[in-house]
């Protein structure tokens, strides 16, 4: 005798592998229905996966995402005379560890930089002029306009650099090189600034 478990396994397979042969043959409805469930079904594995692994359970709607334009764009590549269940998690693992590098790599480069943090990084030593936040806004509003909006994302509103590059229309490594550039140019500035 199955478990409950096996039957329900069992039953998702059955049902999900049916919408899938639909889809192939025009029923863009039992198509969507399965999309629907498999999310749903998603959405609560991808996020234990993700605070397991010490991540962000948050971007687990783009990982969710990522896997439904995978299954999407390959659902041609699915053998219909083979088991869907393990098809569907092959692609969802993949994801799953694409998107945890992903993100470990980002944390690396979120700054969240506090006026103390901005103070030790423009090389303000204790004892010189005190910097304040608009002393850091106009040192940054100094900067050219691509440098300006990168140092803004990354360093004072701690976006990562694929976000930073997301919101400005850019790629990552342009955000990155930016910032870089944009960084050195504040230092500079500052030694010019404390000596005023």
Do not use: C
Request: charged share 30%; glycine share 10%.
């Amino acid at each position: 005798m199955r478990s409950g478990r096996e039957g329900g396994v069992e039953s998702q397979e059955r049902l999900w592998a049916e919408a899938m042969r639909a889809e192939r043959a025009g029923d863009g409805i039992a198509y969507a229905r399965f999309l629907e469930e498999f999310a749903a079904f998603l959405r609560r594995i991808v996020r234990y996966r993700l605070g397991h692994l010490g991540l962000d359970a948050g971007e687990a709607e783009d990982v969710v995402q990522e896997v439904l334009i995978a299954v999407h764009t390959r659902r041609g590549q699915w053998d219909a005379s083979r088991p869907l269940l393990p098809w569907l998690n092959a692609i969802a693992r993949y994801k799953v560890i694409d998107a945890a590098r992903r993100l470990r790599k980002e944390l690396r480069w979120r700054m969240h930089l506090g006026e103390d943090e901005w103070s030790s990084l423009l090389g303000v030593e204790s004892g010189s002029r005190d910097i304040t936040a608009e002393d850091v806004d106009r040192l940054v509003s100094d900067l050219p306009s691509g440098q300006q909006s990168v140092v803004r994302a990354i360093g004072l509103e701690g976006a990562s650099p694929r976000e930073a590059a997301d919101r400005l229309g850019m790629n990552e490594g342009a955000v990155r090189v930016a910032f870089h550039r944009g960084l050195k140019r504040l230092m500079k500035a500052t030694q010019k600034w404390r000596q005023q």
